[in-house]
C-alpha cells in the first residue's frame, strides 16, 4: 500500500498518477492549486476521501502563493481558489467538506495572512491522518461482517487508491484477512473509467488479495449462481435517503437485493450530507468521451453517434442492509438516528 | 440494412465480419463447414437467429463436400459436421433448432446423398427468408407497444446484424418508425464484446434511427430519471421459467421492474425451448481475454489477475412485460399457455 496523496516536505502536493494504472506506477507533483484542482478534473486523483485531502492540500498551496497579501484581498483569492477546487467534481461530498473544513480556518485568522498557510497546511496533514484513522475504523467495524471463506464484489475502486490508504469499502477486506480470514473480492471492471478493472485489481494484487475482475453485466448472473456473498461498495455522498455512488451502483444493489445478499455501504462520516435528499443532488455529466473511446485509446462508438454519461448512480436505501462508519455499523433507520441533527 | 448472411450463386456463405464494424465493413466467403463453425464460435457472425441460419448453410456445404460418399458414411460424416457446428455456442436455441431441422431432411432422405445437397441449400435458403417474415411479423406485434416519442433501451445487438435481415428487437422500433412514429434508442454498450455500441449504434445510425449509446452501468439511472419508455431486448433461449439473453440483460430488467418500465423481449419462436428450464441450460463461459483486453486492443486488467466471462444472463419470468413473437405479444403465462405442448 503507498499512500494516493502526500504533502512533501518541499511544500509540494504528491500523487499517484491514476490515469496510467495499472500499467506504469507514476507519481505527480504540484505547487500550483490550480493543477490540483485539474487533477482531481481529470481523474489523476480519484475517490472521494482521496480528493477530499487532495482539496484541502490545494487550498493549502493557494495559501502560500497568497500570503504576501492583505486580507481582503487573500481572502478574495482564497474564495476563488475554493470555488476553482469546488467545482471539479460536483456530486463528491467531502470535497466541500474539505473545502469547508479549511475555510473555518481562513476565514477565523485574525489579520494577516503571511502565517496561516502554516496552520492550513497542518490541518490538510492531520486530515490525511485522520482518513488512515477513520479507514482503518471502518476496516474493523466492516471485519465484523465478513465470515471466512466470503466473497465480496465490490463496485469501482474504494480502496486504498480512493483515499490517503487502506480504503473504505476495502477497508473491511484488508482487516479482516489481517485476522487471519479468507476472503476474496470481485472486482466490476466499472465502466467507463474501468477504476475496478484497473485500481481495485492492481491495488488488491499489489497486496497479495484474490481478485477477479468481470464485466459490469455479470454481477447479477454471478450473484444468482450463488458465487457471491457480500457486496460492499463505497460513497461519494449519503443523503437522507440515498446513497450516491459510481454509475453501476444502483443496479448492483437491485441484484443483491433481488438474490438475498446482504449490501453494504462503506461511508466515512465525512461523506454524510443527511440534511440533503435525492433532490438537492446534481448528478455529474461527464464527457462523452469517455463512453465512446476507452481510456482515450480504443473507439467502440461508431463516428456520428451521441452518448450519455452521467458519473454517478442513486441507490435508494431501501436496497441498502448497512451503513459502516468509522463508528461502527448502522442500518440506514440507525443512521438517520445517529448522525441527523 | 445489408443482410448479415447470404448463400451465393458460386454456393458460398458470404457474411458480414461482425467483429471489424463499427470501423470496417467487411464481407467474409466460406465453402467449408469448418468454417462457418468457426465463424460462429469468434463472433464474425453473432445473432441467435444469424447463427441459427449460419448453422443451416454450414450444413449445407457439408452436404457438398461429402455428396459422393455412400450413405452409411455421409450420415457418420454429417453427424460429425452437425456436432462441431452445436458445439460452437452451447446456450443458442435455435443454433440446435436448425441444425434439427436440416437433419430431419437429411435422414429422411431415401437412398444416395448426390442430390440431398440440393434440398438442403433449398432448406437453408428458405430459413434465411423465413426469418425476414418472422422478424417483420415481430416489428408489426411490437410496434403497437409503442408510443410516438418513446425512447426504447436496448441491450447488446438484436437487431438486423443478429438476424439474416431486419432484426427481432429492433424489429418494433424499425415498424413504428417505417408507421410514422418519433422513436429513438439507448444502446447499451453491453460488454464485454461491446455489441450494442458497436453494432446496434452502426445499424441505426446506418438507417438514420436516432441512437445514443450508455456504459452499462447507466440504464438504472436513466430509468430512475424518466429518460427511458420501454425495454425491448432479443433472446438467445426461452426456456418455462426465464429468458436466455446475453449477459447484463438481468440487470436491466431489475432496473425496468424497479421503475415500473415495461420490459419486453423479441422472441421468435425458435428461440423457445418451453419444455426446458433454468436448470437444463448451460451458460457459456468464454475466453477471459474477452474481459482482459477490450476488442483484443487495450488491457484493462493488471497481469496475473483472473476474470470470469459469463456469456449469457438468466432473466426470470417474473421480470418480463411481455414476449414478442412472429404470432403476437404474450406475458409469460399466455405464451406458456400458446407454446407449451
Not at 193 to 210: M, S, V
Amino acid at each position: 500500500m503507498i499512500p494516493s496523496i502526500e504533502w512533501t516536505a518541499e511544500n509540494k502536493v504528491k500523487m499517484i498518477d491514476q490515469t496510467v494504472l495499472p500499467h506504469k506506477l507514476e507519481f505527480l507533483e504540484f505547487d500550483d492549486f490550480r493543477a490540483v484542482a485539474n487533477s482531481i478534473k481529470v481523474m489523476n486523483i480519484r475517490g472521494a476521501p482521496a480528493i477530499g485531502v487532495a482539496a484541502a492540500m490545494g487550498m493549502a498551496l493557494a495559501t502560500i502563493e497568497y500570503k504576501e497579501l492583505g486580507k481582503e484581498n487573500f481572502l478574495k483569492k482564497m474564495e476563488n481558489a475554493a470555488n476553482v477546487i469546488r467545482m471539479t467534481r460536483p456530486t463528491a461530498s467531502n470535497l466541500f467538506w474539505a473545502v469547508d473544513r479549511v475555510w473555518k480556518i481562513i476565514v477565523s485568522f485574525p489579520d494577516n495572512p503571511s502565517n496561516l498557510s502554516e496552520l492550513v497546511i497542518e490541518e490538510a496533514k492531520i486530515m490525511a491522518q485522520e482518513d488512515i484513522n477513520v479507514n482503518k475504523n471502518i476496516g474493523k467495524n466492516g471485519a465484523s461482517l465478513l465470515k471466512d471463506g466470503d466473497v465480496v464484489l465490490t463496485h469501482c475502486n474504494a480502496g486504498s487508491l480512493a483515499t490517503v490508504q487502506y480504503g473504505t469499502a476495502l477497508a473491511p477486506v484488508r482487516a479482516a484477512i489481517e485476522a487471519g480470514k479468507n476472503i476474496s473480492v470481485i472486482a466490476d471492471e466499472t465502466r467507463p473509467r474501468l477504476q475496478g478493472a484497473r485500481l481495485t485489481a492492481y491495488e488488491l494484487h499489489y497486496d497479495n488479495i484474490p481478485v477477479k475482475v468481470i464485466s459490469d453485466t455479470s454481477s447479477g448472473l454471478l450473484m444468482k449462481l450463488g458465487k457471491i456473498d457480500k457486496v460492499i461498495v463505497g460513497t461519494d455522498r449519503v443523503t437522507s435517503d440515498a446513497v450516491f455512488n459510481k454509475i453501476g451502483t444502483y443496479l448492483v444493489a437491485l441484484a443483491a437485493y433481488d438474490n438475498k445478499i446482504p449490501f453494504y455501504v462503506a461511508a466515512p462520516t465525512s461523506t454524510l450530507s443527511l440534511h440533503e435528499t435525492i433532490k438537492d443532488v446534481t448528478i455529474e455529466q461527464r464527457d462523452c468521451s469517455e463512453v465512446r473511446n476507452i481510456l482515450g485509446k480504443v473507439q467502440i462508438v461508431p463516428d456520428g453517434v451521441e452518448c450519455l454519461n452521467y458519473a454517478f448512480d442513486i441507490t435508494p436505501f431501501r436496497l441498502v442492509t448497512g451503513v459502516i462508519t468509522e463508528d461502527g455499523v448502522f442500518t440506514p433507520e440507525e443512521l438517520l438516528k445517529k448522525y441527523k441533527a
